[in-house]
């Protein structure tokens, strides 16, 4: 059986997927050893992995929230991050001396390591590969990209140098971000990555990656109401956005559903206002279960969130706090599953209003995301990701085998005389 070692960052978007792939990997007998924030070690070990922390304190998920705001920064920091884990991983993957390296496309040091010590590499992608793509995103937004990008080029710049300079050009090639390896595997609808010259044949959409199982998630007792559930979430990075609860009440006060909102920990109650009477407020809910249960799920669009609900077959009203997420509602659109309603802070109740009105009367909504949820459920998810990873491994041994069989019939030979 192998030995894998999987580099991860520890954002819930980007270990979620992940688990179930280790519980499986374990359960057929290869020993899959972890690295991430501690405060995903429980979650990680329930899963069967050998959990191992970082040597950088303050990488956890609450740094992930902070720096996700805006894609300049997650750039910077993972940059400035992988002078140090770089080094890190290269030592563990030689005392470890793995079959395999697995790294999520954004962990750099992920494929320096796999790269320095030659060996095998597999890239989980949880999101969306953009590379190559020509995507409107209009004036606005481009000048507050720019805006927040410009002013970290030059710390970048020096970063991306000082890797250079200890691994050398062709180990840092662009693009760093997502890092594409031998194999790269998205847990994604196979429908919902559009062509890029970057997705080649190495990569394989493995479909949404879900075993409720393993979310450590509270119990949830499903509502018992004829009306139709509606949830509503934005995620773990958007949360504190009370203008958006605001303005949720004031849409939906008198509608004729049920609402189920997960507000997060951090929100002030006070700022929220009164609750509506159809409304259900918990600072999180099993998102998963609810899903089940919902005729639509009102979300910030992170692609987490976005796979989840239309797994489920769940028509979405997308509404964006950052980039990422306006693409990712982009998509949604394009593909006839939900609406996107890119307003920021203007929006308002009659615009919130409107756009649930039209996923849950217009029946083409609701079919097309039951469509990519069947799509999705007949990709194989972890289990088939499982079954990649295992055929990789038997290229890899394969190909070992026959670089070296002339050697070894030496030896052989050596040694029988």
């Keep these: 059986m192998a030995k894998i070692l999987y580099f991860n960052i520890p954002g819930y978007g980007h270990v979620n997927a992940t688990l179930p792939v280790v519980a499986e990997l374990t359960r057929r007998g290869h020993e899959v050893i972890y690295y991430c924030g501690t405060d995903f070690q429980g979650a990680i070990e329930s899963a069967g992995g050998i959990f191992r922390p970082y040597p950088i304190a303050d990488l956890d998920s609450r740094m992930i929230v902070r720096i996700s705001r805006h894609l300049a920064n997650v750039s910077s920091y993972l940059l400035k991050s992988a002078r140090t884990l770089a080094p890190f991983a290269i030592a563990e993957i030689e005392r470890e001396q793995p079959d395999l390296v697995m790294y999520d496309a954004v962990t750099i040091w992920g494929r320096i390591a796999a790269a320095v010590t030659g060996t095998p590499s597999i890239a989980s992608y949880t999101v969306m590969v953009n590379e190559g793509r020509k995507i409107e995103i209009g004036c606005r937004k481009m000048a507050v990209f720019a805006a927040t990008a410009i002013p970290k080029l030059p710390g970048l710049a020096i970063h991306r140098r000082a890797l250079i300079k200890a691994y050398g050009e062709d180990i840092m090639h662009a693009p760093l971000f997502p890092s594409k390896a031998q194999k790269n ?5 196979p429908s919902f990555q559009p062509e890029s010259q970057f997705v080649d044949d190495s990569f394989v959409q493995v479909g949404p990656s879900i075993d409720p199982a393993l979310r450590q998630e509270a ?3 499903p509502l018992d109401t004829a009306l139709s559930q509606v949830l509503i979430s ?3 990075v958007n949360n504190r956005n009370t203008h958006f609860y605001r303005t949720a009440f004031a849409a939906f006060a008198d509608y004729p559903a049920q609402f189920i909102l997960s507000a997060g920990k951090l929100v002030d109650m006070d700022q929220i206002g009164a609750v509506p009477g159809n409304f259900l407020v ?3 809910v099993p998102q998963l279960q609810v899903l089940q249960q919902s005729a639509a799920f009102i979300t910030h669009g992170g692609m987490n969130s976005v796979q989840e609900g239309l797994y489920y077959g769940v028509p979405l009203v997308v509404v964006p706090q950052q980039m990422e997420q306006f693409i990712n509602g982009k998509r949604v659109a394009e593909l006839g599953a939900g609406v996107l309603l890119d307003k920021g802070d203007g929006l308002t109740p009659e615009q919130l209003r409107s756009a649930l009105d039209t996923v849950l009367t217009m029946p083409s909504y609701t079919q097309a995301a039951r469509a990519l949820g ?11 990701a499982a079954d990649e990873i295992e055929a990789f491994l038997g290229r890899v041994s394969k190909q070992f085998i026959e670089e070296h069989a002339g050697k070894i019939r030496v030896l052989s030979g050596y040694l029988l005389d």
């Design 374 to 384: 069947q799509e999705g459920q007949a990709a194989g998810g972890y289990v088939r």
């Design 282 to 284: 918990k600072e999180s």
């Design 219 to 221: 119990p949830w007792q």
């Design 185 to 189: 595997i998205e847990f994604i609808l």
């Design 234 to 236: 934005l995620g773990t």
